[in-house]
């Protein structure tokens, strides 16, 4: 009896692995259609050098680049990072640490910015820092993606915080520790694997909008590094070019997309590589 049981169990475990990993290979087929197929399209223009060093031209002329993209990207990006992440991970921590009816509304307010439109959070950053000024620039972009970071960012600390065990924030409350000393200085890196995963969500969502750019930082087709004057960025290469009847263009559109899911890809594995890395170094300790 004891036998027949054991078959059973062996054959519905082995069914029931066979089922996860069907199913696990049924969801990655999209995204490795997704990414085949703009290597294929992006690589001839990705493949060359002055597609990185170069900026835009006209139609018919070779040697078109999208530096001013790429640096236009990583500059809004880069200061929408720098605001959006010291204040969501304060305010995750603060969600957990002290929590109230304010954390209430918080992460109300959050849960409902995650799920709204980015071309919202455009009309709202257009009126704020675009109207009264009468003026486009990388700074009224970067705003509009820190509106759009920040929602990520305080939920996914908010939930690496909760995983903390109150017996460490115990152990900090006991040697007499203030409670923010404890938050800050205990909790917080215990909880720094999770708080940088969302931080790079964050950032990987914030890379890929186009529709906050088209009314904040509105495009430029030259080389510019000032942030209060029109920024290109590569979403915005990708949504112009790819409208286009000239399969230069279009050529362009793909080699931007490219490089823009393959520097998603180098700070992913870069997180992961960082987190591993503190993880085995807290084991250590």
Known sequence: ????????????????LAVVYTLTAIALIPLALVLWYTAVKGWPAASHLEFYVNVERPVGIPGAGVAHA???SAVMVGLASLISIPVGVISGVNLVEFGGRFARVVRLAADVLVGAPSIAIGLFAYVLFVAPFHHFSGVAGALALAVLMLPVVIRTTEGAVALIPASLRESGLALGLPRWRVALQLVLPA????V??????AIARAAGETAPLLFTGFGNRFWNVDPTQPMSALPLIVFHDALTPYPALQEQAWGAALVLVAAMLVVNLASRWAVRRQV??????
């Open 196 to 201: 940088i995963t969302g931080a790079l969500l």
């Open 280 to 285: 085995r170094l807290a084991g250590q300790l």
């Open 191 to 194: 909880a720094a694997p999770g």
């Open 1 to 16: 009896m004891n036998r027949v049981r054991n078959v059973r169990r062996r054959f519905m475990n082995s069914l029931a």
């Open 70 to 72: 790429i640096v236009g």
